[in-house]
T-cell receptor, first 111, second 109 residues
Framework: NAGVTQTPKFQVLKTGQSMTLQCAQD?????MYWYRQDPGMGLRLIYY???????DKGEVPNGYNVSRLNKREFSLRLESAAPSQTSVYFC??????????FGEGSWLTVV | GQSLEQPSEVTAVEGAIVQINCTYQ??????LSWYQQHDGGAPTFLSY????GLEETGRFSSFLSRSDSYGYLLLQELQMKDSASYFC??????????FGAGTRLTVKP
């Protein structure tokens, strides 16, 4: 079972470059999320999507955009990367129950 | 606003019992969850409490007191593999899940 799959796993960007993190889930979940994790900061919610066609801001949305392409896919875009966006990014999904399933993470470094 | 407070670090010995506390403040409340994360890995679900009381799942138990905005995760018969970070999380509406900063548990032989 694939669960939540996100790509790329590792990426180095130069300041000002743009990139998109891709995420797909095969569990038929309605809700999808993007979190970032920095040392000592826990998981901070960037954006979430309650269902196909809807997206909402979380705690730290500035500098990011998202697209809920269909029920399976939820992408995160950095339009102009900054060193402050160096982090580990986790995509996640949840269904009717209160369990969130996470992808393996994407390590992003902005130099 | 929302906030979750949990200790940053806890150390215990193998075979012991450890309790990780979490206090929360949220405008709405739909339940308290706990997740485990090993270094370099993804968080994985441990337990969920929507109502007051104790939920037990094997060596792990979780407790909630909604009136006190407080919960804890209890780990019994600690094993070395339990060394990890533990996060409490609050769902404050049907889809917005927020996490605490995490508690790093170190289990010593």
């Amino acid at each position: 079972n694939a669960g939540v799959t996100q790509t790329p796993k590792f990426q180095v960007l130069k300041t000002g470059q743009s990139m998109t993190l891709q995420c797909a889930q095969d569990m038929n979940h309605n809700s999808m999320y993007w979190y970032r994790q920095d040392p000592g900061m826990g998981l901070r919610l960037i954006y979430y999507s309650a269902s196909e066609g809807t997206t909402d801001k979380g705690e730290v949305p500035n500098g990011y955009n998202v697209s809920r392409l269909n029920k399976r896919e939820f992408s995160l875009r950095l339009e102009s990367a900054a060193p402050s966006q160096t982090s580990v990014y986790f995509c996640a999904s949840s269904g009717m129950r209160n369990t969130i399933y996470f992808g393996e993470g994407s390590w992003l470094t902005v130099v | 606003g929302q906030s979750l407070e949990q200790p940053s670090e806890v150390t215990a010995v193998e075979g012991a019992i450890v309790q990780i506390n979490c206090t929360y403040q949220t405008s709405g409340f739909y339940g308290l969850s706990w997740y485990q994360q090993h270094d370099g890995g993804a968080p994985t679900f441990l337990s969920y409490n929507a109502l007051d009381g104790l939920e037990e799942t094997g060596r792990f138990s979780s407790f909630l007191s909604r009136s006190d905005s407080y919960g804890y995760l209890l780990l019994q018969e600690l094993q070395m593999k339990d060394s990890a970070s533990y996060f409490c999380a609050v769902r404050h509406n049907n889809n917005d899940m927020r996490f605490g900063a995490g508690t790093r548990l170190t289990v010593k032989p």
